[in-house]
């Protein structure tokens, strides 16, 4: 994953779970992911496993495809590729 990816995806996180109105404490309880591993997800310093970003989408309540919605800016390519 890009760092340009990493830091979108963790924008979105934090974004979604403050709308929730989570602390970082108590979205890493509500997923069972380590805090600080949380916070080096939303500053894009670590990429997570698809585990992880699962149990990131159901402590959000949303689905995985919801979840990285537009995270990569680049459009599809034309030719299936």
Same mark, same amino acid.
């Given at each position: ?7 979108? $995806?963790? =924008? =979105?996180? #934090?974004?979604? #779970? ?6 970082? =404490?108590?979205?890493?309880? +509500?997923?069972?992911?380590? *805090?600080? $591993?949380?916070? @080096?997800?939303?500053?894009?310093? *670590? @990429?997570?496993?698809? %585990?992880?970003?699962? =149990?990131?989408? @159901?402590?959000? %309540?949303? +689905?995985? @495809? ?7 800016? *680049? ?7």
């Amino acid at each position: 994953m890009s760092i340009e990816v990493r830091q979108a $995806f963790g =924008r =979105r996180v #934090r974004l979604l #779970r403050e709308e929730r109105g989570f602390s970082l =404490r108590q979205f890493a309880l +509500t997923t069972g992911i380590d *805090k600080s $591993f949380l916070s @080096s997800i939303e500053l894009g310093r *670590k @990429s997570p496993t698809l %585990d992880t970003i699962e =149990r990131i989408a @159901s402590g959000l %309540d949303v +689905t995985l @495809s919801y979840l990285v919605f537009n995270v990569d800016a *680049k459009p599809p390519c034309e030719n299936g590729e």
